[in-house]
Nanobody
Framework: HVQLVESGGGSVQAGESLSLSCKAS????????MGWVRQAPGKEEEAVAA????????FHAEAVKGRFTISKDNAKNTLYLQMNSLKPEDTAMYYC??????????????????WGQGTQVTVS
């Protein structure tokens, strides 16, 4: 079982930046894949970005490509999401996720086994 704790959310103006962090309870180097999922009010959960361990690739949803960047620091067991040029439509609860197995889509939120408690991002 992996515990995930997010931090870094907040309220910003459109065009500004935020950086989210996710501290894992285990060595992130040993986790096959980690990612970020968001849920806006009244909308379904949406996978935003994911990466595969050992530099085997990263993925970003079209809605955030070029603005958001996912990264990981294995020495700190921490996953990050750098969010630039934020838009009001980025307003959502952002969840750190892990536990997806190989050959499953990172954009199917049902494939993620472990979820953090979420951190709120509000863009006005």
């Amino acid at each position: 079982h992996v515990q995930l704790v997010e931090s870094g959310g907040g309220s910003v103006q459109a065009g500004e930046s935020l950086s989210l962090s996710c501290k894992a309870s285990t060595h992130t180097e040993d986790i096959y894949s980690m990612g970020w999922v968001r849920q806006a009010p009244g909308k379904e959960e949406e996978a935003v970005a994911a990466l595969v361990s050992r530099n085997r690739g990263s993925f970003h949803a079209e809605a955030v490509k070029g603005r958001f960047t996912i990264s990981k620091d294995n020495a700190k067991n921490t996953l990050y999401l750098q969010m630039n040029s934020l838009k009001p439509e980025d307003t959502a609860m952002y969840y750190c996720v892990a536990g997806r197995t190989p050959n499953t889509s990172p954009f199917n939120v049902g494939n993620w086994l472990y979820w953090g408690q979420g951190t709120q991002v509000t863009v006005s």
